[in-house]
């Protein structure tokens, strides 16, 4: 795996339709984070994964180039975070871990449905009578 460079590339740009050639053939590399053309020294700094010899041969395609300078890019230093303190628990979730809004209460429903098969047959709630 390539490490991310800073490289600074020397162009001779006199025409604005060869700045826009050479700013779309390197943004087609995979890999470039940022590019930036200093458009009064004719310094293109490019930023990214990059391949640097790759890079100038396609742009000596469209104009003279030369390489000014290679750096490797440091990754930004990562701040460790205060850790966040955790938030207590509140009693009723684990006293009734099931309490939600649509329980099942199987009490709720045990006598509420009457089937009446015949015409006029009638369901009793007493046990073992039924009058027709």
Same mark, same amino acid.
């Given at each position: 795996m390539t490490t991310a460079k800073k %490289? %600074? *590339?020397? *162009? $001779?740009?006199? =025409?604005e339709k060869i700045r826009k050639k050479a700013l779309v053939? %390197? $943004?087609?590399?995979?890999g470039v984070t940022s590019i930036t053309i200093d458009d009064k $020294?004719?310094?293109?700094t490019v930023v990214g994964e990059v391949d640097v010899p790759v890079i100038v041969i396609k742009l000596r395609k469209l104009?003279?180039?030369d390489i000014v300078s290679v750096d490797d890019v440091k990754p930004? =230093?990562?701040k460790p975070e205060p850790e966040k303190p955790a938030l207590p628990i509140p009693a009723e979730f684990i006293t009734y871990p099931m309490?939600?809004?649509?329980q099942y209460n199987p009490h709720a429903y045990a006598n509420s449905y009457y089937y009446q098969p015949y015409g006029n047959c009638r369901v009793v709630d007493e046990p073992n009578c039924v009058i027709m």
């Open positions: %490289v %600074v *590339l020397q *162009l $001779s740009i006199h =025409e053939t %390197v $943004s087609r590399f995979s $020294s004719g310094k293109m104009c003279h180039t930004p =230093e990562k309490n939600y809004a649509y």
